[in-house]
């Protein structure tokens, strides 16, 4: 099965700098990577995807950067704020077919943003 | 609104008593799933539905139950055959087919604590 690793397990910024969490998967079939963010006590919302027809992908201050030869993605956040302080799970699977939604985590990026 | 719910938000037992959890969604998604989440650990798959009156078995299932007799509703059961089972569940529910298929979408979680 597939297999997700996940790093650093806890990030400490500035506000203002940037960061980047770092995932590697083991499944090559995997074509699907979404970033969830969560806070404390609540469910994880989606924050960006990507899917494995693009590299990279970025929503306003939030980048993801897919390398399926290596076999790993990055998210990356610039500009950072104390409302991005929360937990950051990266997850690999498929998005068709029998297996869309099968997704498997990492283990949790614990992010903390310093005013 | 659209979403998932997920009751009771907080519940108590004791060792030896079956527990269910309830999860309901009105987004009309097709695939519904469980997933269970320990301190410094990922989302681990416990059972997930693609239609109605079907479910599989994810990663962890042994000692937990659950049903599908309707499209909205896929409530978990935590046996006492289930050896640790306190811990945080969240339900989910994916559409199956359009732009954002694959996509989970988190209900708010049952915190669940076995005395």
């Known amino acids: 099965g597939e297999n997700v690793e996940q790093h650093p397990s806890t990030l400490s910024v500035q506000e203002g700098d940037s960061a980047v969490i770092k995932c590697t998967y083991s499944?090559?079939?995997?074509?699907?990577f979404p970033w969830y963010k969560q806070e404390l006590g609540k469910g994880p919302q989606l924050i960006i995807d990507?899917?494995?027809?693009?590299g990279e992908k970025k929503d306003q201050r939030i980048a993801v950067t897919l390398n399926k030869t290596a076999k790993h993605f990055s998210l990356h956040i610039t500009e950072t704020q104390p409302e991005d302080s929360a937990v950051y799970f990266c997850a690999a699977g498929g998005a068709g077919g029998t297996s869309y939604g099968k997704l498997t985590f990492g283990q949790g990026t614990i992010l903390t943003v310093h005013p | 609104d659209g979403g998932i719910t997920q009751s009771p938000k907080y519940l108590f037992r004791k060792e030896g008593q079956n527990v269910t959890l309830s999860c309901e969604q009105n987004l009309n998604h097709d695939a519904m799933y469980w997933y269970r989440q320990d301190p410094g650990q990922g989302l681990r798959l416990i059972y997930y539905?693609?239609?109605?009156?079907?479910?599989q078995k994810g990663d962890i299932a042994e000692g937990y139950s659950v049903s599908r007799e309707k499209k909205e509703s896929f409530p978990l059961t935590v046996t006492s055959a289930q050896k640790n089972p306190t811990a945080f569940y969240l339900c989910a529910s994916s559409p199956r087919t359009g732009w954002n298929t694959g996509e989970l979408f988190f209900g708010e979680g049952s915190r669940l604590t076995v005395l």
């Open positions: 539905s693609q239609i109605v009156n079907d479910f």
């Open positions: 499944d090559s079939a995997s074509n699907y």
């Open positions: 990507i899917r494995s027809n693009v």
